[in-house]
């Protein structure tokens, strides 16, 4: 053949061939694009192929609490605290033809300023959602709701009641605004317990616990029954409480020991809340507890023991209120009284406790959060505290 003809052909179909390829059809791969879930909220969507919608979002605090401001300070005795700390929340929503499907999980990393570091689990529960009722199972809040006030933190007070505790409840929605709620609660969440803050996080861990009455494998019964109506809502609450009891020697007024049982005691609680204007809103609550200390606020640092034979009667009474100072700032004030009685020997707590929670963007919350108590115990001693706490968080 010709070499000519050969380069010219060749020529001829390498110019051709990028026309005739474009010529062809693309088939494309299919894609699953992730969808919004405007059914359950903001902020879930839908992963592909799945029915579940799921959130994911979390915080970012920092925290900072002075010692107290009525004594010098002393790095030992006196100090201040400050951590950081970071949640995330994990939530899916499932619709089913037997009931919706709710999960949620709260995690969280904390560091402390003596350089230790934690992580906990925080909410964790399963819930179904039938058509006025849902079932909850796992950890979460208290079914019993007393009122505690509206400061951002509570630096100092105010006390409230109910714990978040291991639990089987359910709540049910009447119309017109009438709720009701009842639950099954792990009763250890719940005991008396006294111990030595040795962190100064405001809290007593379970490794610094010196003598407990938190009882195990026993349950708490919870109730609540809300209505809300115009501006006005209430709630009325009880409780059921378990604990190890303590049997007082005849000796002397805290001497004796636990002796082994399970006893019960039993709390109320009744909240009045009034949203008075756009801008601002009114709180009061009065708890009464008979061997229940948790839920009137705790011992509060003061020696008060559960016993079946020599009861500790306590209540606490709180009123507050809040105010949308500006459309970014918000401001808070909270008064509350607690009383304790038991062998004859009286104590009790007054505080009062504000806030400022400047918000200039969305989910960013700068809050200066300032307290004082008195303390009067059963020895007729009188003490006052004072602590002022710095908070900066971001939730997105």
């Known amino acids: 053949m010709n070499f000519k003809k050969l380069a010219i052909a060749a020529a001829a179909a390498a110019a051709a061939t990028p026309a005739m390829a474009a010529d062809l059809p693309v088939v494309a791969e299919p894609v699953n694009y992730v969808q919004a879930c405007d059914a359950f909220g903001a902020g879930y ?9 799921i959130r994911v979002h979390g915080r970012i605090r920092t925290n900072y609490t002075s010692h107290d401001l009525t004594e010098g300070y002393d790095r030992g005795d006196n100090s201040y605290s400050a951590y950081a700390k970071g ?39 399963l819930q179904f959602g039938f058509d006025n009722t849902t079932v909850t199972i796992g950890r979460t809040g208290s ?9 951002a933190i509570g630096t100092v007070g105010p006390a409230s009641g109910g714990e978040d505790a291991l639990q089987l409840s359910a709540s049910t929605s009447f119309g017109n605004g009438v709720t009701a709620s009842f639950g099954l609660m792990d009763s250890y969440a719940s005991g008396n317990a ?3 803050d040795l962190d100064k996080d405001g809290a007593i861990s379970d490794a610094e616990k010196v003598f407990s009455q938190q009882a195990s494998k026993t349950v708490n ?18 409780a059921v409480h378990a604990f190890e009891d303590f049997e007082f020697a005849s000796s002397g007024p805290l001497l004796g020991a636990l002796n082994g049982d399970v006893a019960y005691g039993y709390a109320i609680a009744a909240t009045v809340e009034a ?10 609550g009065a ?14 640092d003061l020696l008060f023991l559960e016993s079946s034979d020599d009861a500790v009667k306590s209540y606490t009474l709180v009123a507050g209120v809040e105010a949308g100072l500006s459309d970014k700032l918000t401001g808070a004030l909270d008064v509350s009284y607690s009383a304790f009685d038991q062998l004859d020997e009286d104590a009790s707590v007054t505080s009062v406790n504000g806030s400022l929670d400047y918000s200039p963007v969305a989910g960013l919350n700068i809050i200066l959060d300032a307290g004082w108590a008195n303390t009067e115990d059963a020895a007729g001693n009188d003490a006052d505290t004072a602590k002022v706490t710095t908070r900066v968080q971001y939730t997105f």
């Open 221 to 238: 019964f919870e109730a609540s029954l809300g209505v809300t109506q115009g501006m006005f809502s209430a709630n009325l609450s009880g």
């Open 45 to 53: 969507f839908q992963l592909p192929g799945q029915d579940t919608c």
């Open 287 to 300: 708890s009464y507890a008979h061997n229940a200390l948790s839920y009137t606020g705790g011992a509060q």
């Open 275 to 284: 949203n008075v204007s756009e801008d601002v809103k009114l709180g009061f």
């Open 194 to 196: 006294f111990g030595v």
């Open 87 to 125: 949640y995330v929340y994990l939530e899916s929503m499932t619709d089913t033809e037997v009931a919706s499907i709710k999960t949620y999980t709260e995690l969280n990393t904390k560091w402390d300023d003596d350089s230790s570091s934690s992580v906990e689990v925080g909410s964790a529960y």
């Open 143 to 151: 079914v019993y709701s007393a009122f505690g006030g509206y400061s």
